[in-house]
């Protein structure tokens, strides 16, 4: 009798008994014995048939329990109903076609919507209720989808969602108004997004990114919406288009530095720095130092310091006139049509 009081499920619902079986608990319940039908609404007893329900609890101490759940199939005595065979459905207990009660699932939407996925998965096992990160997200879109009626959808949110960072990407729904999560689609394409638009006419601006896809999609799935750019994609492409137009004048100015540190940070400045940087090479490679020591007393690059120890008896500045001069040579050839000979456009240091 004790056993039978601590596993209460609710009114109406009747506990036989509970015995150990194996690693697990194993609780045997019995439903009331009627219900409504969902096509008419009228309510019955009518008793047809029963089957059994087996669904995961909360363990106890650690071990698991397993509810052994009889549901009645019932008649419905509705002359104009044409669904004669009706399932009973325990308010409270568990939801049609879930193998979990409804604690189990509070459970598993509550950590997919604070820690996601995987996060989730790992937290469940520590709690001895194994499931997949997979079965977390279903529960999450269940969950979403009973939470936002299809008939009161106006501004939806559209974005690629990451299942797999830098590899597999899918796309997030969000009802913009409500600010929550509709759904969660498995790819992202426009036949997807046009497919699921579709399935809300009501829907009368979409906020989405630049991408083409998603514009492609809200053209064909909601032709009455008027598309937008979200705020966050607005900004972030500015902030970009910002940074490449400085990056080209100098380089970002650095904090607590001085008057001649920012100057040597101007194009001039920086000219004059690879002026010295190279002077610095030829004089160590003049004293008999080898490209590798080179480098790691100066902190160079391999490419770097080979390019500097090629550039013989010269600059920069000497390079860049004698590639000039060559290529005009070049181009002269070509439009007179001889051949160049390889000693007249070969150059010390260049690299072909």
Same mark, same amino acid.
């Given at each position: 009798?004790?056993?039978?009081?601590?596993? !209460?499920?609710?009114?109406?619902?009747?506990?036989?008994?509970?015995e150990?079986?194996?690693?697990?608990?194993?609780?045997? /319940?019995?439903?009331?014995? +009627?219900g409504?039908?969902?096509?008419?609404g009228?309510?019955?007893n009518a008793?047809?048939?029963s089957?059994?329900? #087996?669904?995961? +609890?909360l363990? *106890?101490?650690?071990?698991?329990?397993?509810?052994r759940?009889?549901?009645? $199939?019932?008649?419905?005595?509705?002359?104009?109903?044409?669904q @004669?065979? /009706?399932?009973?459905?325990? !308010?409270g207990l568990?939801?049609?076609?879930?193998?979990?009660?409804?604690?189990?699932v509070?459970? #598993?939407q509550? =950590?997919?919507?604070?820690a996601?996925?995987?996060?989730a998965?790992?937290i469940?096992?520590?709690?001895? #209720?194994?499931?997949?990160?997979?079965?977390?997200?279903?529960?999450?879109?269940?969950r979403?989808?009973?939470?936002?009626?299809?008939?009161s959808?106006?501004?939806?949110?559209?974005d690629?969602w990451?299942?797999? @960072?830098?590899?597999t990407?899918?796309?997030i *729904?969000?009802?913009?108004?409500?600010?929550?999560?509709?759904?969660?689609?498995?790819?992202?394409?426009?036949t997807?997004?046009?497919?699921?638009?579709? !399935?809300?006419?009501? /829907?009368?601006?979409?906020?989405? +990114?630049r991408h083409?896809?998603?514009?492609?999609?809200?053209?064909?799935?909601?032709?009455?919406?008027? &598309?937008v750019?979200?705020?966050?994609?607005l900004?972030?492409?500015?902030r970009?288009?910002?940074?490449q &137009?400085?990056?080209?004048?100098?380089?970002? =100015?650095?904090?607590g530095?001085?008057?001649?540190?920012?100057?040597? +940070?101007?194009r001039?400045?920086?000219?004059?720095?690879?002026?010295d940087l190279f002077? @610095?090479?030829?004089?160590?490679?003049d004293?008999? @130092?080898t490209?590798?020591?080179i480098?790691?007393?100066?902190?160079l690059?391999?490419?770097?310091?080979?390019? !500097?120890i090629? =550039?013989?008896?010269?600059s920069?500045?000497s =390079?860049?006139?004698?590639?000039?001069?060559?290529?005009? $040579?070049r /181009?002269?050839?070509?439009?007179?049509?001889t051949?160049?000979?390889?000693?007249?456009?070969?150059?010390d240091g260049?690299?072909?």
């Amino acid at each position: 009798m004790k056993m039978k009081a601590m596993f !209460a499920f609710g009114p109406g619902i009747h506990v036989p008994g509970a015995e150990r079986v194996g690693a697990e608990w194993v609780v045997s /319940v019995s439903a009331p014995g +009627d219900g409504l039908c969902p096509a008419c609404g009228c309510r019955s007893n009518a008793r047809h048939t029963s089957y059994w329900r #087996l669904l995961r +609890d909360l363990p *106890m101490h650690g071990i698991p329990v397993v509810v052994r759940l009889r549901v009645a $199939r019932l008649r419905c005595r509705a002359a104009t109903c044409d669904q @004669k065979i /009706v399932a009973e459905q325990p !308010a409270g207990l568990a939801e049609p076609l879930v193998r979990r009660t409804c604690q189990v699932v509070d459970i #598993l939407q509550a =950590l997919g919507y604070a820690a996601g996925g995987k996060p989730a998965e790992r937290i469940l096992s520590r709690l001895g #209720l194994q499931s997949s990160d997979d079965t977390v997200l279903h529960h999450l879109k269940r969950r979403a989808r009973a939470r936002s009626p299809r008939a009161s959808l106006r501004v939806v949110g559209i974005d690629d969602w990451s299942w797999t @960072k830098g590899q597999t990407y899918g796309t997030i *729904m969000v009802d913009l108004e409500r600010r929550r999560v509709v759904d969660i689609l498995s790819d992202r394409s426009s036949t997807s997004t046009a497919a699921w638009l579709r !399935a809300y006419p009501g /829907v009368e601006v979409v906020s989405r +990114d630049r991408h083409g896809l998603y514009a492609e999609g809200a053209r064909d799935g909601a032709p009455q919406a008027v &598309q937008v750019a979200d705020r966050f994609h607005l900004l972030q492409n500015l902030r970009e288009r910002i940074e490449q &137009q400085l990056g080209r004048l100098c380089r970002p =100015l650095r904090r607590g530095a001085s008057v001649a540190a920012e100057a040597a +940070d101007t194009r001039a400045g920086l000219h004059g720095v690879r002026e010295d940087l190279f002077t @610095k090479v030829r004089a160590l490679y003049d004293a008999g @130092k080898t490209a590798t020591t080179i480098c790691e007393e100066l902190s160079l690059s391999r490419r770097r310091g080979d390019l !500097a120890i090629a =550039l013989r008896g010269g600059s920069r500045s000497s =390079l860049t006139q004698r590639s000039t001069r060559r290529r005009l $040579r070049r /181009v002269n050839l070509a439009e007179t049509g001889t051949t160049p000979k390889f000693s007249a456009v070969h150059c010390d240091g260049a690299r072909w």
